[in-house]
């Protein structure tokens, strides 16, 4: 099924949590699926992230010409990068043996790229060329373990998607208030409605 990659999807505040995002629901055996099942909406996902997260990217478009190839890296990245900074937030603190293993899924995503990147005024490089997804992503990914960023995560209690927390007070629950947070309020005034009803028809 074709993805409509809109402005909700990339709520995450960058690229690596947007991708993370990509599996809809994660922790719900039941409700939970993969919106890169199809692994061409991997390139579709990439162009979409091109618009949404240009001023991530310096305006760099992202390039996934052939997505079933670079699949695999980019589902490596995507499921460490979840489970590492997942458990950052639960725990407060970074768990050696996931790190280990997103570093190597980050590695892995930057060896195919003869790129020059990481830049301190261009991390993802000259913007006049596409970046393989695959690299971005990486880097994106690696720029969570900057100080702070920790402090920043959260997990949306309605979606369980993960997103950075740029509010001034650090005090924002959602990851989307329009459409998680309006979610969230609706169950509650309808819960509260029915058992008002309830009383009322003892």
């Known amino acids: 099924m074709t993805v ?4 909700h999807r990339f709520v995450g505040g960058i690229l690596a949590l947007d ?5 809809v629901l ?17 390139a579709r996902f990439a162009e979409a992230a091109s618009i949404f997260r240009a001023a991530e990217l310096g ?3 992202l390039a996934a010409d052939d997505p079933h190839a670079v699949a695999p890296l980019v589902l490596s990245i995507r499921e460490t990068t979840d489970r590492l900074f997942r458990g950052a937030v639960e ?20 060896a195919r790229s003869d790129k020059r990147l990481c830049a301190p005024e261009r991390p993802f490089g000259d913007p006049s060329t596409p970046l393989a997804f695959e690299a971005a992503l990486a880097v994106s990914a690696l720029s969570l ?31 989307d208030m329009a459409v998680c947070g309006n979610r969230r309020k609706a169950s ?11 009383v009322e028809d003892v």
């Open 4 to 7: 409509s990659w809109i402005p």
């Open 19 to 23: 991708t993370a995002n990509t599996v």
């Open 26 to 42: 994660r922790g719900d055996a039941t409700r939970a699926f993969d919106r890169f099942a199809d692994a061409a909406e991997i």
């Open 59 to 61: 305006g760099r478009p």
């Open 91 to 110: 725990h407060r603190a970074l768990a050696c043996d996931d790190l280990a293993a997103f570093l190597r899924a980050c590695a892995d995503g930057l």
């Open 145 to 175: 373990l900057a100080a702070g960023a920790l402090a920043r995560l959260r997990i949306c209690p309605n979606c369980n998607w993960l997103f950075i927390d740029r509010s001034r007070n650090a005090s924002r629950l959602w990851c």
């Open 188 to 198: 509650r005034h309808y819960r509260r409605r029915k058992a008002a009803q309830e």
